[in-house]
C-alpha cells in the first residue's frame, strides 16, 4: 500500500509538472493568479497535501498501534506535551503594557491573545530545547562512557 501511495503522488506531481509547462500563463499578464492553469496547479498541490497528510497520519497510527509499547510511548508523549504546554503557560505573560503597545501601532488585541502567543512560543522553545538535548545526549553519553 505504501508502494502504490508512492507511485500515486508521484504520477499527480508528473502530471502537475506537464501540465504547468504547458498550461502557465503569461508573466506580463496582470489577471494570470486568476487563469485555469494557475487553478489546476493550487487543486493539484491541495490534493498532494491531502493525500500526504492522510497518507502520514493513516501509517503513523497504524505503526503506534500494532507495534508493541507504540501506544504507551505515544501517551508518554503526549503526557510531555501537556507538562510543557503547562509551564509553558506559568511562564507566558499577559502585561496590559503589551497589549497598550500594540494598540498604539494600530493592532487591537486582548490579555489573553498576548498569553496565549506567550503560552505557544515557550511551547516551541521548549520544544526546541529538548530536541536539541536528544540529539546531543547520545553523543555525551558515548564520550563520557567509554
Not at 509547462?21 to 491541495?46: C, E, H, K, Q, R
Not at 506535551?81 to 503594557?97: K, P
Amino acid at each position: 500500500m505504501h508502494r502504490i501511495l508512492k507511485i500515486v503522488l508521484i504520477v499527480i506531481g508528473v502530471i502537475a509538472a506537464i501540465m504547468s509547462f504547458f498550461m502557465m500563463p503569461d508573466p506580463a499578464d496582470p489577471d494570470a493568479i486568476n487563469s485555469t492553469g494557475i487553478s489546476v496547479m493550487f487543486t493539484l498541490t491541495y490534493i498532494l497535501l491531502v493525500v500526504a497528510a492522510a497518507a502520514a497520519l493513516f501509517f503513523g497510527f497504524k505503526k503506534m498501534f500494532t507495534s508493541p509499547g507504540g501506544l504507551k510511548k505515544a501517551l508518554f508523549s503526549l503526557g510531555g506535551l501537556a507538562i510543557l504546554a503547562i509551564i509553558g503557560y506559568a511562564l507566558a505573560g499577559g502585561e496590559q503594557a503589551v497589549v497598550d503597545t500594540m494598540s498604539g501601532r494600530g493592532i487591537e488585541t486582548s490579555v489573553g491573545t498576548v498569553k496565549t502567543i506567550g503560552t505557544l512560543l515557550n511551547v516551541f522553545f521548549g520544544m526546541v530545547i529538548v530536541a536539541v538535548v536528544l540529539m546531543l545526549w547520545p553523543g555525551v553519553k558515548r564520550s563520557i562512557g567509554r
